[in-house]
């Protein structure tokens, strides 16, 4: 598969980079790790005119101790969110997440910030950034601002970040004491997930977000009201779907999707509080 022609630029720095953007306007995109948006092209279910590379901005590639909470630079590939200490200590649920993204390949290529700005509800790394409350920093030609998780996603690679902006920073709250679990189904290892669960806990406080069971990720809001109104994990995992609207694709159903996500959901909060 051959993408349709296109014209390259590389970025020096963010502010280049947001520059040439607005200097080429819708046609354009930001090029990071290229393993989301090359498939696309080569698809030519996008046909960008330029590509402006930003996977050198090394800038941008950092982990970072923010008090209470980890700063992580959006173009930290996979790999480095992984295998960061910070990471482990601070939020477990974030690495053990990116660990399941892919195979070591994409891990070494693909960078947070692009599993961000792709906002694809069939990805890990939107739901786990979700439930854990993240903050997203967006630069623009007008300055910078702060993006909420739970205001981020739109529709089915939808956001509300403008064409002309550059994530540059993904804020992870610290989950300090809070136990956490990541579950991910699919039929092949290394795949992508059918339906997957990132889910904290800790006392009355929660966090729940769904994989694959929506056109964006899911925060299952109705789970955690049920858990703070003292419902087992079992109860309150009966509540998965509620918050969600599932398709049915190649892969599942909706019923099995719903199915999935209750037995997932049980699970994870099974982990979580254990
Ligand atoms: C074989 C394969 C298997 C995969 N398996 C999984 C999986 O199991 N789970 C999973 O979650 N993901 C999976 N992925 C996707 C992988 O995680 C990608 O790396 C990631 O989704 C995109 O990151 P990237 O840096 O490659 O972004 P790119 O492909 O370079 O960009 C993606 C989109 O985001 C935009 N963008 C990139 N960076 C920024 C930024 N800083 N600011 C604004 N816009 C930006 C681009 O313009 C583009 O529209 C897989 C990919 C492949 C090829």
């Given amino acids: 598969m051959i993408p349709a022609a296109f014209d390259y630029v590389r970025a020096g720095s963010a502010e280049e980079a947001i520059s040439l953007i607005g200097q080429h306007g819708d046609e354009a995109k930001f090029l990071a790790g290229g393993h989301s948006l090359l498939p696309l092209m080569k698809l030519r279910l996008a046909q960008p005119s330029v590509l402006i590379d930003i996977g050198r901005l090394t800038d941008l590639s950092y982990i970072r101790d923010g008090g209470d909470h980890l700063a992580i630079g959006a173009l930290t590939r996979h790999r480095d969110v992984e295998t960061s200490d910070l990471v482990k200590q601070h939020a477990p649920l974030l690495g053990h997440a990116t660990s399941h993204v892919g195979d070591p390949q994409v891990r070494h290529r693909g960078t947070i910030g692009g599993s961000l700005a792709h906002a694809d509800p069939a990805a890990d790394l939107p739901a786990t950034t979700l439930a854990l409350g993240a903050t997203y920093v967006a630069q623009g030609p007008s300055g910078t601002r702060e993006i909420a998780a739970a205001d981020f996603y739109e529709g089915f690679l939808e956001s ?52 694959n069971m929506g056109s964006t990720p899911v925060l299952a809001s109705s789970v955690s009201a049920a858990l703070a109104g003292g419902a087992s994990p079992a109860e309150a995992a009966e509540q998965a779907a509620a918050d969600a609207s599932p398709q049915a694709d190649l892969n599942a159903s909706v019923e099995f999707r719903v199915h999935l996500a209750k037995v997932l959901v049980r699970r994870a909060l099974e982990e979580a509080s254990a």
């Fill in 160 to 211: 509300t970040l403008a064409p002309d902006e550059l994530l540059t920073e993904i804020r992870i709250p610290k989950m300090g004491s809070a136990g956490w679990s990541f579950q991910k189904f699919n039929r092949r290892a290394q795949d992508w997930a059918i339906v997957g669960v990132a889910a904290w806990r800790n006392n009355g406080d929660s966090g729940v977000a769904l994989v």
